[in-house]
């Protein structure tokens, strides 16, 4: 074993943000301040990362699904999957809004 333990954070083995060693009652990582265990920040949790999704980030969000400690690797794919998923729609009705858009003051250059 490497040392990093595949429990929940704040086990006993590694931070999840810098690899330093940490103590099973560990709360924060004594090297980097990072919090453990419950203490993780809300960003990295299922609802913060689906709420910054939502409020703007958008495919940015990615960097916090992937940064997570608390998502598995099956549920970050996932996460991956749907938001480049939304984004491609978001994309693809921008597009055809901006047409529509186009189409109209084309129309209205005779005036």
Request: hydrophobic letters at 40%; one cysteine or more.
């Amino acid at each position: 074993m490497d040392g990093r333990s595949d429990s929940a954070p704040g086990a006993e083995g590694s931070c999840w943000a810098c690899g330093a060693p940490v103590g099973p009652g560990d709360n924060y990582c004594r090297r980097c301040g990072k919090g453990q265990g419950s203490r993780v920040p809300w960003y990295y949790r299922h609802w913060g990362i689906i709420l910054i999704t939502l409020l703007g980030l958008g495919p940015f969000s990615l960097f916090y699904v992937w940064r997570s400690p608390l998502i598995s690797r099956e549920g970050k794919l996932a996460y991956t999957a749907l938001i480049s998923l939304a984004t491609v729609f978001v994309l693809y009705e921008l597009h055809r809004i901006w047409l529509m858009y186009q189409a109209l003051l084309s129309g209205m250059q005779g005036f």
